[in-house]
């Protein structure tokens, strides 16, 4: 074994990484949403000095202000979602993954199963500041940075650098020679008893039944 690492999802996991991977946008939706909200306000105080408040101007100012609190609110109201999802499927129990040179054992200890995860589709991983996303065919899975047990954080993101980079480039190897593979060969042309291709041959033929035999002398 080289890695053994213990985690139990939590909603403070999911909400780091959720702030984590939408930074730029919520930045970006903070900056458009605070600038709709203070405009909106402006034009409400103007009207209101002037004795004319349009109702289209509450509007605005409460949809601006609902989507400038929504910005701030969107990771958590993500990660109680996710929280929602893992309970469903049963996935919110301590478990312990196990790593060797070719299989990650994950157990659930609660429920007292295992399950073994080749490495050979281990495509990914994402680095967060408490927690590690392993991306192996198409799912992922997290481990915890102060959760191993045998190995530790840094050892684990080198080795599997490396083994992401050996297993991408074996991917590029295999879609290389199955191209080559499907590629086509041109057909050779079927060749009758006498040499001649079926073309020749039925040419050959068209020209007989265009010129008979000449009937035998009597």
């Known amino acids: 074994m080289l890695f053994r690492n213990r ?14 991977e939408l930074k730029r946008i919520l930045l970006v939706l903070r900056i458009l949403t605070g600038v709709g909200t203070a405009t909106a306000l402006v034009l409400f105080v103007r009207n209101a000095v002037k004795t004319f408040i349009r109702p289209g101007d509450c509007i605005n100012l409460a949809l601006s ?11 958590n109201f993500m990660a109680r979602s996710q929280m929602k999802k893992c309970k469903k499927s049963g996935l919110l129990g301590e478990r ?7 299989v990650l054992t994950m157990t659930y200890e609660k429920e007292g199963r295992s399950i073994d995860i080749p490495l050979d589709s281990m495509i990914g991983i994402n680095e967060f500041e408490h927690y590690f996303r ?5 799912k992922s899975t997290f481990l915890a940075k102060e959760g ?10 080198a080795w599997a650098k490396e083994r992401i980079e050996e297993n991408l480039k074996a991917m590029e190897e295999a879609e290389e020679d199955e191209e080559y593979l499907e590629e086509e060969i041109p057909a050779l042309e079927d060749q009758t008893d006498d040499g001649l291709t079926e073309e020749e041959t039925n040419e050959e033929m068209e020209d007989s039944d265009e010129n008979p035999d000449l009937e035998s002398d009597r």
């Open 65 to 75: 202000a609902a989507l400038f609190l929504i910005s701030f609110l969107l990771p």
């Open 134 to 138: 392993l991306k192996i065919d198409g």
């Open 7 to 20: 985690i139990k999802y939590t909603k403070q996991m999911f909400l780091e990484i959720y702030r984590f």
């Open 148 to 157: 191993f047990e045998l190995g530790d954080a840094a050892s684990f993101l």
């Open 96 to 102: 312990v993954l196990r790593f060797t040179d070719r």
